[in-house]
């Protein structure tokens, strides 16, 4: 019996059929970029992967990559899989303890560092005597590390080797990486996906996209989610392998996004909540919200308005967007499709390679995450939790055979860990987290989710967190939109701050049971971020850390008589 064709399969077709083809676009600065065909691409993997070969780990060695996303990432990780290894993938804004946990633990015999924004406060978990090696654009290595330690660069490896030839297997059951979580509660966990697993997921993606977008469809990406994220890592690099004529661009950095996003001009475009949010606060503050929304309901001048800010955006050209990694605002959802953005909602996690629900043509409700893709089995179990089954179902937790007991069902569906509710008609609308689950002295759950999506609809709102437990009642921590931060220093702006937010709340409130009402808005002084621990690198909040924050402060709060407390 033949076997199923795997990811590398694809690949070596593609090597051969689509040779001269563009596949990937690398800036390099100064509006600079490079291309690379799948011939380039392959013959630099190639050379690579007869490197690795030389010398001599063990079968299925663990590789780590600590970038962020560029050519050579995918270049790096194609090396690893010929070469018989597994690729450890690394979020490159992960502090230093981290990341030396993460190289610990999943046993690394070798370091692939490139492109960071701070080399210098990470290298130090960089055990002496493990191997590096420099891919382009990366920082100086050598100064940061410990004494001794083999540091080579990608170039001059591939530029003394030759290529492996043939096409080096792997073996379906074999571990294609370890993908760890980004940690929003706690220690991360080592994710294994084998080759088998990565490639159904793949080919469901893709035949997904070739449903809803036809067979000739011009698929151009912007990569710029982390790819150590199994978002980025399943939807846009590992269905761009398995599709062969996808074209995929990279972002050079954060000030230069905007430039990145118009050479691209991507058809496909994937983000995240937080994300989608602060897009739509960057047209705010070019265009009053009440003033965007009153021409969008002129239907003369509804389109032509719809289309200029999606190229303000860059994103005029997207005929299929996505949104996953956290719950969307269904308000904001239909905020773009007034646009004129197909944006859909999909629903996966790193434990099945991204691979659960997404919205399609014909199911696209806005506050639900859409039907089960081909393949995927959903249910939901008595205490409401979804329980799911995927062609990418992961095997396992890294050395945690105590977790991967408690993780599935005796008949092998795996416990999300969310809360749901199925329609009749198959989408799924999340409505929580059952860990995110809290009691205020009223003695019933609250479900902050649900809560927190009706705060984040409003415009002055960039994030928000709703907790309270054992308090009187609930209460909500919100950071103000980037916009507005600069302006709450005027006595104007800091009034209609407070008037908006005390109506917000009474039309919050009446929507809600007397139990999860709030009782307050807290306005913080300072946004979360990755930096100062309060986002997961995907830009989901850490629940535990922002309540650690402000800990001491919130019984004093609740002696405030307002109902808008600037913290």
């Given amino acids: 019996m033949t076997q199923a064709r795997l990811i590398l399969d694809y690949v070596y077709d593609h090597e051969v059929e689509h040779a001269t083809q563009v596949f990937l676009t690398q800036p390099t600065g100064a509006g600079k970029t490079i291309d690379y065909t799948w011939a380039d691409t392959?013959?630099?993997?190639?050379?690579?992967?007869?490197?690795?070969?030389?010398?001599?780990?063990?079968?299925?060695?663990?590789?780590?990559?600590?970038?962020?996303?560029?050519?050579?990432?995918?270049?790096?990780?194609?090396?690893?899989?010929?070469?018989?290894?597994?690729?450890?993938?690394?979020?490159?804004t992960e502090s230093a303890a981290t990341i030396g946990y993460v190289l610990k633990h999943s046993g690394a015999s070798l370091l692939f560092v490139g492109k960071l924004d701070t080399w210098d406060q990470q290298a130090s978990a960089v055990p002496a005597g493990l191997p590096c090696i420099s891919l382009p654009l990366a920082p100086n290595l050598a100064a940061n590390l410990a004494p001794n330690t083999d540091v080579q660069t990608w170039d001059a490896i591939v530029a003394r080797v030759e290529p492996v030839s043939a096409r080096p297997s792997r073996g379906p059951d074999e571990l294609a990486m370890l993908m760890y979580t980004s940690g929003s509660t706690g220690q991360p966990k080592g994710v294994m996906h084998s080759f088998e697993r990565v490639t159904r997921a793949s080919e469901c993606i893709v035949n997904y996209q070739t449903e809803e977008l036809g067979l000739d469809f011009d698929y151009r990406a912007l990569s710029y989610l982390p790819l150590?994220?199994?978002?980025?890592?399943?939807?846009?690099?590992?269905?761009?392998?398995?599709?062969?004529?996808?074209?995929?661009?990279?972002?050079?950095?954060?000030?230069?996004?905007?430039?990145?996003?118009?050479?691209?001009?991507?058809?496909?475009?994937?983000?995240?909540?937080?994300?989608?949010?602060?897009?739509?606060?960057?047209?705010?503050?070019?265009?009053?919200?009440?003033?965007l929304d009153r021409l969008l309901s002129i239907p003369i001048l509804s389109k032509i308005v719809g289309r200029k800010v999606l190229k303000g955006l860059g994103l005029d050209q997207v005929v299929q967007a996505g949104s996953g990694s956290a719950p969307i605002p269904a308000a904001l959802i239909d905020w773009y499709r007034r646009l004129g953005l197909n944006l859909m909602e999909g629903y996966g996690m790193t434990e099945d390679f991204a691979v659960s629900n997404t919205s399609t043509k014909k199911f696209s409700m806005a506050g639900h995450v859409g039907v089960a893709l081909p393949g995927v089995k959903v249910r939901i179990d008595a205490d409401g939790e979804?329980?799911?089954?995927?062609?990418?179902?992961?095997?396992?937790?890294?050395?945690?055979?105590?977790?991967?007991?408690?993780?599935?069902?005796?008949?092998?569906?795996?416990?999300?860990?969310?809360?749901?509710?199925?329609r009749a008609d198959g989408q799924l609308k999340l409505t929580g987290r059952k860990k995110e689950l809290f009691k205020t002295a009223k003695g019933k759950y609250v479900a902050p989710a649900p809560i927190e999506n009706r705060f984040?609809?409003?415009p002055m709102v960039e994030m928000s967190l709703v907790s309270g437990v054992g308090q009187q009642a609930a209460y909500v921590m919100i950071v103000l939109s980037e916009t507005l931060r600069p302006k709450i220093k005027d006595p104007e702006v800091k009034a209609q701050v407070e008037s908006e937010f005390t109506e917000l709340?009474?039309?919050?409130?009446?929507?809600?049971?007397?139990?999860?009402?709030i009782r307050m808005i807290v306005l913080m002084p300072e946004p979360w971020t990755i930096d100062n621990g309060c986002l997961t690198p995907t830009m989901k909040i850490k629940r535990t850390k922002a309540e650690t924050v402000v800990a001491e402060k919130v019984d004093g709060w609740y002696k405030l008589p307002g109902p808008v407390i600037w913290a």
Avoid at 265 to 282: A, Y
Avoid at 405 to 417: I, K, P
Avoid at 505 to 517: D, M
């Fill in 42 to 92: 392959m013959n630099q993997s190639r050379r690579m992967a007869a490197h690795l070969i030389s010398l001599n780990f063990e079968a299925g060695a663990r590789i780590a990559i600590l970038a962020k996303n560029s050519a050579h990432f995918m270049m790096a990780e194609l090396a690893i899989w010929m070469a018989g290894g597994t690729t450890v993938a690394i979020f490159p």
């Fill in 386 to 422: 979804v329980l799911i089954k995927s062609p990418g179902q992961m095997i396992g937790y890294y050395k945690n055979p105590e977790l991967n007991a408690e993780s599935f069902t005796e008949d092998g569906y795996f416990r999300t860990g969310d809360l749901g509710q199925l």
């Fill in 456 to 458: 984040n609809e409003h």
């Fill in 228 to 291: 150590a994220h199994v978002f980025e890592r399943a939807w846009i690099e590992c269905t761009g392998f398995v599709l062969g004529r996808s074209h995929i661009y990279f972002a050079e950095s954060l000030d230069t996004f905007v430039a990145d996003l118009q050479r691209a001009r991507p058809t496909v475009f994937i983000s995240v909540p937080r994300l989608w949010l602060k897009f739509q606060q960057g047209v705010f503050g070019k265009m009053p919200a009440k003033k």
């Fill in 505 to 517: 709340l009474r039309t919050v409130n009446r929507g809600l049971s007397e139990y999860e009402k």
